[in-house]
């Protein structure tokens, strides 16, 4: 974990309620895909977890949600202005277990971690499928960007408006090597059901210091209690207990 001050190189819509924003600073603490930054905004005592969406070099690009105090302030920031970010938080995916035809399954705002992940999938010789989970056509993000990297895409709209008609699990391919999935406990849960691989899960979680101290985002496992900041977000499918 490492704390800098990041610069703001730019901050745009992509949907009505959905913001790509890019920063400029040490991203040296950021070793895999999966992980987060905790950030810290003036007047909110907690800090605010956002997954990484991609990282390379000294530009760290995340892509966020509106829903509350946080990130409001967040999508009025401009270029130039600064934020006091820690980086290299979580424990992220594990690439080794992928094989040769992975599949990354993500619905909604779970979808922007699995962008640097199929980068280094691809970047791997990796032949990836890509599912994208959303509830309506206005609410697509992020289909051009993992098009652009040789994967294999398929879009789903609960209303239909778009794509495939239904749910992530509605569009599973019959074969595939390995999956990695990220979205609300809901979406995971069915993935959880629906897939006939071994697979690795990132939760999006409730989380007060980001970093384990607290222990507000533990969770049972198989292998006993484990904080979601701090040895997840990440967990294996061999390794989830889902509570009634």
């Known amino acids: 974990m490492k704390q800098g001050i990041f610069e ?13 924003m890019v920063l400029v600073g040490d991203t040296s603490a ?24 991609d990282c390379v070099d000294n530009e760290l690009t995340l892509i966020y949600k ?18 006091d970010v820690l980086t290299g938080l979580g424990n992220g995916y594990d690439l080794t277990m992928a094989g040769d035809r992975p599949l990354l399954i993500g619905g909604g705002v779970g979808v922007p971690p699995l962008y640097v992940l199929a980068r280094q999938l691809r970047e791997a010789g990796k032949e990836v499928s890509v599912i ?26 609960v209303d239909g ?5 239904g749910f992530v699990t509605n569009a ?20 959880y059901k629906a897939t006939v ?30 904080r979601i900041c701090k040895e997840g977000p990440v967990l294996t499918k061999e390794d989830i207990i889902w509570e009634a």
């Open 8 to 20: 703001i190189k730019s901050n745009i819509a992509l949907t009505a309620t959905v913001y790509k």
């Open 132 to 157: 994208l989970g959303f509830n309506t056509k206005d609410e697509v993000f992020c289909e051009a960007d993992f098009k652009a990297l040789g994967c294999d895409v398929t879009v789903t709209t």
């Open 197 to 226: 691989t071994d697979g690795q899960f990132s939760f999006e979680e409730r989380m007060g210091c980001g970093f384990g101290a607290c222990m507000g985002c533990s969770c049972k496992t198989v292998t006993g209690n484990k």
């Open 30 to 53: 950021i070793t895999c895909p999966g992980q987060f930054v905790n950030i810290l905004l003036d007047g909110l005592f907690l800090r605010r977890p956002i997954s990484v969406n």
């Open 66 to 83: 509106v829903v509350g105090k946080g990130t409001e302030q967040m999508a009025k920031m401009t270029a130039g202005q600064t934020l």
């Open 172 to 191: 599973l391919p019959e074969s595939y090597t390995y999956f990695y999935t990220c979205g609300p406990e809901p979406m995971l849960k069915a993935v």
């Open 161 to 165: 408006s778009y794509g495939v008609k």
